[in-house]
């Protein structure tokens, strides 16, 4: 994995309701899917 990238990252997005939003990462080579629940 890379540790340049932190995840979650919380970034500024004056597009966004909030005026924020998040990036998140995962690397898996071998995932078929990924799901986020929250």
Do not use: C, Q, W
């Not at 995840?7 to 990462?25: A, H, K, M, N, Q």
């Not at 898996?28 to 990924?34: I, S």
């Amino acid at each position: 994995m890379n540790t340049a990238h932190k995840s979650p990252e919380i970034v500024r997005d004056y597009l966004s309701p909030t005026g924020y939003s998040v990036i998140f990462r995962y690397m898996d080579k071998d995932a078929e899917n990924v799901g986020i629940i929250g």
